[in-house]
């Protein structure tokens, strides 16, 4: 049968083993999704270690941040550097733009900000 595919047979081997496992966790889940006789607080829920595991730690990740070198200059480099860096080029477009208008190269009507 693997022939067929174009695989090996230890390949398609592992191929089947993974889709019978999947199966009988889909049919697990869904035997104790709809399982009747549960609690009514809870119907139609599945308790998930991992995904419990997971929300808890994303519920408490600044309790558990420390501070280093490496996260810092991260920090420094993805937020303050970049501020200050448009921040420079926002003010010197306004420097030169005031200065033009200011030596009379700009003409009032091809100014962008202008009262009338």
Same mark, same amino acid.
């Given at each position: 049968? &693997?022939?067929?595919?174009?695989?090996?047979?230890?390949? =398609? @081997?592992?191929?089947?083993?993974?889709?019978?496992?999947? &199966?009988?966790?889909?049919?697990e889940f869904l035997k104790q999704r709809t399982n009747?006789?549960?609690?009514? &607080?809870?119907?139609?829920?599945?308790?998930?270690? &991992?995904?419990?595991?997971?929300?808890?730690?994303?519920?408490?990740?600044?309790?558990?941040?420390?501070?280093?070198?490496?996260?810092?200059?991260?920090?420094?480099?993805?937020?303050?550097?970049?501020?200050?860096? =448009?921040?420079?080029?926002?003010?010197? $477009?306004?420097?030169? @733009? $005031?200065?033009?208008?200011?030596?009379?190269?700009?003409?009032?009507?091809?100014?962008?900000?202008?009262?009338?």
């Amino acid at each position: 049968m &693997a022939e067929k595919y174009g695989i090996s047979e230890e390949q =398609y @081997r592992l191929i089947q083993q993974q889709a019978s496992r999947r &199966a009988e966790l889909r049919h697990e889940f869904l035997k104790q999704r709809t399982n009747p006789w549960k609690n009514s &607080a809870e119907a139609g829920y599945v308790f998930d270690p &991992a995904l419990q595991k997971f929300m808890s730690m994303k519920a408490t990740q600044f309790d558990q941040f420390k501070p280093n070198k490496r996260n810092s200059i991260f920090g420094i480099c993805a937020i303050v550097v970049p501020m200050f860096v =448009y921040g420079y080029f926002v003010w010197n $477009e306004r420097n030169d @733009r $005031e200065q033009k208008i200011r030596n009379g190269e700009l003409r009032y009507r091809d100014r962008l900000f202008k009262l009338a």
